[in-house]
Structures are given as structure tokens and as C-alpha cells.
């Protein structure tokens, strides 16, 4: 039976109290521990879950997405390694775990160091500085290629280089990429390509441990690689590998496919963008040559109407006009004045005495003057009688009035 006097506690007040005195204890806090990876599960948030173990004994471990930084290489199960990280309880399960913050493939651990000790040599040295990198060429003709002959790096870089341009010059030169002088090797390949001056230069090698990508961690690479005048594309391992050549080199592949990739233009693209490109220039130019032919008839017609020429030949249309209406006006008037004149002649043939003389009148005068009556002559007085075709000569005998009732 339990006394009035002891306490009661809850679980979680359990399980904070003792990731209390977990978070106190110093050497939790930085522990470094050997052990094999298993279940090693990458979580699509980017977390990393794993255990460790030995021959008696397994601990649970958690990499979170913001460590994996300090992961150098791809973690598998069976992988031999040294993590770097501090332990405490998870209250809401009661147990503990280690929160990785390094982890380092045990054997690998000397190398490492080696690596961030010439890391930051170099970059103190600006080896890596962004305004020492060359730009890739956009169109690639010459391809340089440092790398072992056999291999799948080799075999990826060039199936994907002639599948995007079936017209590039692949120029290889084989290079030891692991064991005893390969770093000399890579070096040798290196300059011998620059001398042969191809477009880009492709330095490069599958995956693998850290010991197997190593020579790409020499100085004498890197240095290489910097004075290097043709720019180069450094394609060391998988992803998540990441050696001093990729920091060195003016671009940094993940894969030698996608060194290939970046390196090489894909020509099919190209072309059916520049068909692209014609086509809409072409319906720019005839949209544009139409635009000029309808601007052009605008400025004949305009020089049409405002040349010498036409002035001339449009105030000389208009003299014909005005001579042809003024020849028009002087006929119509002419005829109108003929047929007046015509109705005057017939006026005037009506009132005319050689007219009346042709219808068989007479007309008598006495020396010279017209008889008009009786009363101007006298008997035995020569008269002259006046007929159509000329004279007759008579003397009056005898006036006879007229009768007028």
C-alpha cells in the first residue's frame, strides 16, 4: 500500500526529468560513436532516420534535414560509421536517441578532416571565388573528357552527348580516377586537353567511397583544374558526393549524365527553335513588306497628284476642257444668231420690194422718186415702171382715182 506521504508523478513528468538530466550531463551534449548503420530510411521531408549497433547493442539515431549538410556521402545499411551528435529522450515516446549532427564513414574520418582542412585552405586562397569561374559555351563542338576509358561515366557522357548532338567531337583522355597516381593522372589529362583547346572539358568518375574519389580531393588537381584556360565542368560521383575539384571547377555537375547535359545543346531543340524563329520572321517580314508596299502606293499616289507632270497634264486636260466648252458656247450662239438672222431674212424678204417685183408687183417712180398716188403725176409725164428682170418706160395718159367706200 502506498503512503500518504509519497509523491505521484505523471508520465511525462518522468520522461522531462529525465531528458533533464540527459541535456545536463556535458558529455551527451558531444559524443562521437561507432557503430553499423540499419534501417536507414530517408523520410520525403528530408529527415534521416537510422540505428546504430555493435555485436551486444542498438541505439536509434535522427539526422534532421537541416544536418544533413554534414553528410558527405549516401548512408546505406551496413555502412561502418562514426556519428557525431549529442543523446536525449523523446519525451512523447519515453526513450532515447541520438541527434546526429556528422556523420563520417569510420576508416574515413582522417580523410575527412584532410578534406575540410584543404577546403578551407583553398578558399582562403580564392580558388573558389565566383569571379575567377569561366562561362560554358552554349554551342559545344569540341568536348574534352577526363576520366577512365572503361566505365559507365564514360559510356553516359557519350550516348547523351551525340543523342543531343549526333555532330560533336568527343575528345577522350584516359586518366586513372582511383588508387596510386591517379591524381597525376587526371593532372597529365587536364593539361593535355587544354593544349588541344576543345570547347569544355569534362573532369570526371562514377560513385563511390571516399576513399575511392580522393585524388579528386588533391591539391595538385585542383590547382590544375583552376589554371586550366578552357572552362571545365567537374562530374565527381552521385549527388550527395562532393569533392574539391566541384568547388574548384567553373561548374559542378551532380552526375557525368548531367555534365553531358549541361555541357552539350541539344541540336534538336535548336533546330525547331531557329524553325521557330524563321517562321515568325517570315511573318514579320511579309506583314512588314506589306505595311511598306501599302505606304509606298500611298506616296506614288501622292507624288502622282503633286508631280510637274501631272499639274501639267491636268491644267492642259482643263484648257481642252474650257476650249472644248468655249467651242461649244461659239457654236450654240452662231446657231442661235443663224436662225435669228434666218427669221430677219425672212422678215426682211417679206418687206423687200425685189420680192414683191418676183411675185409680180411693179414699182413706178418719176425722176427718180417713187409715184405714190395719182396726185404726183400728169398727163403726157413719162414714167418709169420698175419690174423684176428691168425698166419700162411709159407716159400717163389718164389718172383714174380709186373708189374707197
Given at each position: 500500500?502506498?503512503?500518504?506521504?509519497?509523491?505521484?508523478?505523471?508520465?511525462?513528468?518522468?520522461?522531462?526529468?529525465?531528458?533533464?538530466?540527459?541535456?545536463?550531463?556535458?558529455?551527451?551534449?558531444?559524443?562521437?560513436?561507432?557503430?553499423?548503420?540499419?534501417?536507414?530510411?530517408?523520410?520525403?521531408?528530408?529527415?534521416?532516420?537510422?540505428?546504430?549497433?555493435?555485436?551486444?547493442?542498438?541505439?536509434?539515431?535522427?539526422?534532421?534535414?537541416?544536418?544533413?549538410?554534414?553528410?558527405?556521402?549516401?548512408?546505406?545499411?551496413?555502412?561502418?560509421?562514426?556519428?557525431?551528435?549529442?543523446?536525449?529522450?523523446?519525451?512523447?515516446?519515453?526513450?532515447?536517441?541520438?541527434?546526429?549532427?556528422?556523420?563520417?564513414?569510420?576508416?574515413?574520418?582522417?580523410?575527412?578532416?584532410?578534406?575540410?582542412?584543404?577546403?578551407?585552405?583553398?578558399?582562403?586562397?580564392?580558388?573558389?571565388?565566383?569571379?575567377?569561374?569561366q562561362p560554358i559555351p552554349s554551342f559545344v563542338q569540341r568536348l574534352g573528357v577526363v576520366t577512365a576509358p572503361t566505365g559507365a561515366a564514360i559510356?553516359?557522357?557519350?550516348?547523351?552527348?551525340?543523342?543531343?548532338?549526333?555532330?560533336?567531337?568527343?575528345?577522350?583522355?584516359?586518366?586513372?580516377?582511383?588508387?596510386?597516381?591517379?591524381?597525376?593522372?587526371?593532372?597529365?589529362?587536364?593539361?593535355?586537353?587544354?593544349?588541344?583547346?576543345?570547347?569544355?572539358?569534362?573532369?570526371?568518375?562514377?560513385?563511390?567511397?571516399?576513399?575511392?574519389?580522393?585524388?579528386?580531393?588533391?591539391?595538385?588537381?585542383?590547382?590544375?583544374?583552376?589554371?586550366?584556360?578552357?572552362?571545365?565542368?567537374?562530374?565527381?560521383?552521385?549527388?550527395?558526393?562532393?569533392?574539391?575539384?566541384?568547388?574548384?571547377?567553373?561548374?559542378?555537375?551532380?552526375?557525368?549524365?548531367?555534365?553531358a547535359e549541361l555541357a552539350v545543346a541539344d541540336v534538336r531543340g535548336i533546330l525547331e527553335q531557329i524553325g521557330a524563329y524563321k517562321k515568325r520572321?517570315?511573318?514579320?517580314?511579309?506583314?512588314?513588306?506589306?505595311?511598306?508596299?501599302?505606304?509606298?502606293?500611298?506616296?506614288?499616289?501622292?507624288?502622282?497628284?503633286?508631280?510637274?507632270?501631272?499639274?501639267?497634264?491636268?491644267?492642259?486636260?482643263?484648257?481642252?476642257?474650257?476650249?472644248?466648252?468655249?467651242?461649244?458656247?461659239?457654236?450654240?450662239?452662231?446657231?442661235?444668231?443663224?436662225?435669228?438672222?434666218?427669221?430677219?431674212?425672212?422678215?426682211?424678204?417679206?418687206?423687200?420690194p425685189l420680192e414683191k417685183l418676183n411675185q409680180g408687183f411693179s414699182y413706178v417712180e418719176k425722176d427718180g422718186h417713187a409715184v405714190r398716188g395719182?396726185?404726183?403725176?400728169?398727163?403726157?409725164?413719162?414714167?418709169?415702171?420698175?419690174?423684176?428682170?428691168?425698166?419700162?418706160?411709159?407716159?400717163?395718159?389718164?389718172?383714174?382715182?380709186?373708189?374707197?367706200?
Amino acid at each position: 500500500m502506498r503512503s500518504r506521504n509519497q509523491s505521484v508523478y505523471t508520465v511525462s513528468q518522468v520522461n522531462a526529468y529525465v531528458r533533464n538530466m540527459f541535456d545536463q550531463d556535458f558529455m551527451l551534449n558531444r559524443i562521437y560513436i561507432r557503430g553499423e548503420v540499419s534501417n536507414c530510411k530517408y523520410h520525403p521531408s528530408g529527415h534521416l532516420y537510422f540505428s546504430l549497433k555493435d555485436d551486444t547493442g542498438t541505439i536509434s539515431c535522427v539526422m534532421f534535414a537541416s544536418a544533413r549538410r554534414g553528410l558527405a556521402f549516401a548512408m546505406k545499411n551496413g555502412d561502418n560509421v562514426i556519428v557525431c551528435g549529442s543523446v536525449s529522450v523523446y519525451e512523447r515516446d519515453g526513450r532515447y536517441q541520438v541527434y546526429a549532427k556528422e556523420i563520417t564513414l569510420e576508416g574515413a574520418g582522417l580523410l575527412y578532416e584532410r578534406f575540410l582542412a584543404l577546403k578551407q585552405e583553398l578558399e582562403e586562397m580564392g580558388m573558389f571565388a565566383q569571379e575567377y569561374k569561366q562561362p560554358i559555351p552554349s554551342f559545344v563542338q569540341r568536348l574534352g573528357v577526363v576520366t577512365a576509358p572503361t566505365g559507365a561515366a564514360i559510356q553516359d557522357i557519350r550516348n547523351i552527348s551525340y543523342r543531343r548532338n549526333p555532330y560533336i567531337q568527343i575528345i577522350l583522355c584516359p586518366a586513372l580516377v582511383q588508387g596510386e597516381g591517379a591524381a597525376e593522372s587526371i593532372v597529365r589529362g587536364i593539361r593535355m586537353l587544354d593544349q588541344l583547346h576543345p570547347d569544355v572539358i569534362i573532369v570526371g568518375r562514377g560513385g563511390g567511397s571516399i576513399e575511392d574519389l580522393w585524388a579528386f580531393n588533391e591539391e595538385t588537381v585542383a590547382r590544375a583544374i583552376f589554371e586550366c584556360r578552357t572552362p571545365v565542368i567537374s562530374a565527381v560521383g552521385h549527388e550527395t558526393d562532393t569533392t574539391i575539384a566541384d568547388f574548384v571547377a567553373d561548374l559542378r555537375a551532380p552526375t557525368p549524365s548531367a555534365a553531358a547535359e549541361l555541357a552539350v545543346a541539344d541540336v534538336r531543340g535548336i533546330l525547331e527553335q531557329i524553325g521557330a524563329y524563321k517562321k515568325r520572321m517570315d511573318y514579320a517580314m511579309l506583314h512588314q513588306l506589306g505595311v511598306y508596299k501599302n505606304r509606298l502606293s500611298a506616296l506614288e499616289m501622292r507624288w502622282k497628284y503633286a508631280s510637274p507632270e501631272y499639274k501639267i497634264r491636268e491644267q492642259r486636260q482643263r484648257l481642252l476642257d474650257l476650249e472644248q466648252h468655249l467651242q461649244n458656247a461659239m457654236e450654240s450662239s452662231l446657231q442661235d444668231s443663224r436662225h435669228r438672222l434666218e427669221l430677219y431674212i425672212q422678215k426682211m424678204k417679206g418687206l423687200s420690194p425685189l420680192e414683191k417685183l418676183n411675185q409680180g408687183f411693179s414699182y413706178v417712180e418719176k425722176d427718180g422718186h417713187a409715184v405714190r398716188g395719182i396726185g404726183d403725176v400728169r398727163e403726157d409725164d413719162e414714167v418709169q415702171i420698175c419690174v423684176r428682170d428691168g425698166r419700162i418706160s411709159a407716159r400717163v395718159t389718164e389718172m383714174i382715182p380709186v373708189m374707197r367706200e
